[in-house]
């Protein structure tokens, strides 16, 4: 049988499993990225951890055909890395040669979410249609399209960055600086800077009580329980999430026409409070042709997305 590497690069911890094709994980490990050591030394103590599973699993070296990788950062060509979020490892990296010269095995990456993206449209949520879109809702809102069995990741690798379409002009600063993002909006960041903002001023409601006006340490879920015990203030809240989400995907939905869009990350997690709104609210944004047989699901690979997603780069 033939095995895969798959990885998921992150700013802290780096996920490595053992596939086969069909993106079954055979067995996993998680290491700490320690990327403040260099790019070499991390993808050296990253295919090491990788070999300690294949020998854990008394797989031979040369039954591993490929290694997937997903990078925080546009990847070019699945081999090139432009620049990385968070890591001290400057521009135009070549991570994919990098990586043959240190394990001698056929490389591939891209961006994380289109890692993400990736996974769910071949062993996830998206299986089985042939052009989905993955909107992942955390801190950001991140995202990636898979067309025709493709990833769309552009002439610099900076395809699928959905976070970064201006819902308003001149609006709410987003962390990349521009103004007016979907992120900005969108995201548990923005959910949570427009709660905030509110609470400073309205303090009679369930959530103020929920979060003994600890505003520092609010959370988008305390927003969506709230919300879920009839708490007005954060109904109104939600309403603001639900409107907002609902034209980042009415774009989305004119510009790809997907069969599904699968929504991932934590602000996904809410539930039917705050997708039965956002479909409602859809009408308004997106063409009609566009909804008739969309659906809308949530994620189903969950932190095993990114390693089965890298998989996913040689299916």
Partial sequence: MNYYVGIDLGGTNTKIGILNIEGEIFKSTVIKTLSSEGAERTLTRIWEAAKGLAEDLKIKESSIKGIGIGIPGPVINQSIVAFFANFPWGENVDIKAMMEKISGVETKLDNDVNIIALGEAKYGAAKGSKTSVTVALGTGVG??????????????GAGGEIGHMKLVKDGKLCGCGQKGCFE????ATGLIR????????????LLYTMIEGKLDTLEAKDIFDAAKEGDKFSLDLVDYEAEYLAMGIGNILNIINPEKVVLGGGVAMAGDILMNPMKEKLKKYALPVTLKGIEIVQGMLGNEAGIKGAVGLFN
């Fill in 184 to 187: 900005a909006y969108a995201s």
């Fill in 194 to 205: 427009e709660a905030t903002s509110r609470l400073i001023v309205n303090k009679q409601n």
């Fill in 143 to 156: 995202g990636g399209i898979y067309v025709d069995g493709k990833l769309i990741s552009g002439f610099m």
